[in-house]
């Protein structure tokens, strides 16, 4: 199996640009995370879906960004406007389903490292 | 809300020599998963061990191995024969195994030297 695949690895953009992450998880994976890792605060969940369905977003910090599931093999974060204080690594990670012997491990990408200037 | 605790910031061991690293964590669970990440200078994320909470027993993972102390809520990974790749972040994180919360709480993490 590739793994969880994300896209692009570096990301450099100018304040006010509208950036986008994207992730493709494990196939058969029925949940994925999006994560945002700075120094200061460390590793946070952002949203997760289960089944392309979002379940938890409170971790999103504000209407500026934006994360959908248009089907099992796809997800994009959005940024727009983007503001250097996003500048970050964000990982994307999928887990199995219910009822799987590894249900509760999370299996992480190798992240995009966003820097807005 | 759960939180995680890891105390040391940085840790340094020698090649060959054994090295443990502390978490602790704090919830009003009866049932949880623990976990060890690993976060080498690659920036992957990469899984190290788990331990489900239910569970008495330590988990082993060739050189990696836990000791799980539920009632002193403490999880801390021991790791033996280090090596130059074990060099790398640790992060512990937490899991609730009830309901529909698969989110993981990360501890802070500790950075590992690992000297030749």
């Known amino acids: 199996d590739a793994g969880v695949i994300q896209s692009p690895r570096h990301e450099v953009t100018e304040m006010g640009q509208e950036v986008t992450l994207r992730c493709k998880p494990i196939s058969g994976h029925d949940y994925l995370f999006w994560y945002r890792q700075t120094m200061m605060r460390g590793l946070e969940l952002l949203i997760y879906f289960n089944n392309n369905v979002p379940i938890d977003d409170s971790g999103m910090p504000e209407d500026r960004f934006s994360a959908k599931m248009p089907n099992a093999s796809f997800s994009t974060l959005k940024i727009q406007p983007s503001e250097p204080r996003d500048s970050a690594v964000y990982f994307c990670a999928s887990s199995p389903g219910r009822w799987t012997a590894t249900t509760y491990e999370q299996y992480f990408g190798p992240g995009t490292r966003l820097t807005v200037t | 809300a759960q939180t995680v605790t890891q105390s040391q910031p940085e840790m340094s061991v020698q090649e060959a020599e054994t090295v443990t690293l502390s978490c602790t964590y704090d919830?009003?669970?009866?049932?949880?998963?623990l976990f060890w990440y690993k976060q080498p200078p690659s920036r992957q994320m990469i899984l190290v061990i788990r331990?489900?909470?239910?569970?008495?027993q330590n988990a082993t993972e060739n050189r990696f191995s836990v000791n799980f102390q539920k009632a002193a809520k403490s999880f801390s990974l021991k790791i033996s024969d280090s090596q130059l790749g074990d060099a790398a972040m640790y992060f512990c994180?937490?899991?609730?195994?009830?309901?529909?919360?698969?989110?993981?709480?990360f501890g802070k993490g500790t950075l590992l030297t690992v000297n030749p």
């Open positions: 994180a937490y899991r609730t195994s009830g309901g529909s919360n698969y989110k993981l709480t």
């Open positions: 919830t009003s669970e009866s049932d949880y998963y």
């Open positions: 331990q489900e909470a239910y569970k008495q």
